[in-house]
């Protein structure tokens, strides 16, 4: 593997977030910059996070909350299965090798 680091490419999770995002923003016919106007969070943050999927979980709160997509990230949340460490470890070892 490269010496890019861990968070150098978004992992499969954080491009289903970005897409949701993204796809919900367009949805309501909002530009990035309407985006951060309703949510306070700067422009250059948005692209980066569309780009990356890096963000910090108050931001990422206040925009899953702006385009109504809280409910959803919640109850997948509550109804998800909860792992083991071993189980966790386990996923992470093979999301890595398909990677």
């Not at 016919?29 to 700067?42: D, F, N």
């Not at 890096?54 to 925009?63: A, E, F, G, N, Y």
């Not at 702006?66 to 949340?77: H, K, N, Y």
């Amino acid at each position: 593997m490269d010496n890019i680091g861990p968070y150098a490419l978004p992992t499969d999770a954080s491009i289903r977030l970005i897409n949701a995002v993204r796809d919900n923003r367009i949805a309501y016919g909002w530009s990035i910059r309407e985006l951060s106007r309703r949510t306070g969070v700067s422009e250059s943050t948005l692209k980066r996070f569309e780009r990356t999927g890096i963000l910090t979980s108050d931001k990422l709160l206040v925009i899953l909350s702006t385009l109504r997509l809280m409910g959803p990230v919640v109850a997948a949340l509550e109804s998800r299965e909860h792992w083991s460490l071993e189980q966790h470890e386990r996923y992470n070892r093979k999301a890595w090798r398909d990677a």
